[in-house]
């Protein structure tokens, strides 16, 4: 993942993974044989390690800090760090690599459910699945959008940062504070 938010799709080979983990490319290869399969296994691990380390530190929070305002701060976080800008910059290079596409698309949408299952386990009782999809999928859209912008400018004019707010008002909106 380091190797596709630093380097690319393109700039990124099987050589390169398996000299940044301190493997032989035999041992690499015997394990996957080609960048593809490599890239999947590694955004499958990527996945719920993310995942993990999200709920992690939600649990951590101050107790005050534990509400939906919290939680889309850590997933600005989230989204900023270097898996998930190795995920753009798959989704960026499946535009236009048909042998990609099938992956990109496929851990998009897995990026979605685990993000709206993380969502239903924080806030159980606060909106209804077909509401709550659509929001998580607005609301991954933008987050993409806003990491694109900030991987630019890193937010020089504070845009990203005013998008947030309003978008953390809206959410306050439709899941108040647990009483």
Request: charged content about 25%; hydrophobic content about 45%.
């Amino acid at each position: 993942m380091e190797c596709l938010a630093q380097l690319g799709w393109s700039g990124t080979s099987t050589t390169e993974v398996a000299r940044r983990a301190g493997v032989s490319r035999g041992a690499q290869q015997h394990h996957y044989p080609t960048k593809m399969l490599l890239v999947a296994a590694a955004l499958e691990h990527l996945l719920e390690r993310q995942r993990l380390a999200y709920e992690r530190a939600f649990a951590d929070l101050p107790e005050t800090r534990r509400n939906v305002e919290g939680a889309l701060d850590l997933l600005w976080v989230t989204f900023r760090e270097a898996p998930s800008l190795a995920l753009m910059e798959l989704a960026m290079a499946a535009r236009t690599d048909e042998t990609l596409r099938d992956l990109s698309i496929d851990i998009n949408e897995r990026v979605v459910r685990v993000i709206l299952e993380t969502f239903h386990r924080l806030f159980p009782a606060s909106l209804n699945e077909e509401v709550a999809s659509t929001l998580i999928r607005s609301l991954f859209a933008m987050l993409i959008g806003l990491t694109l912008q900030n991987s630019l400018d890193d937010d020089a004019h504070g845009h990203q940062a005013a998008v947030l707010t309003q978008m953390k008002s809206f959410a306050r909106l439709l899941i108040p504070d647990p009483v």
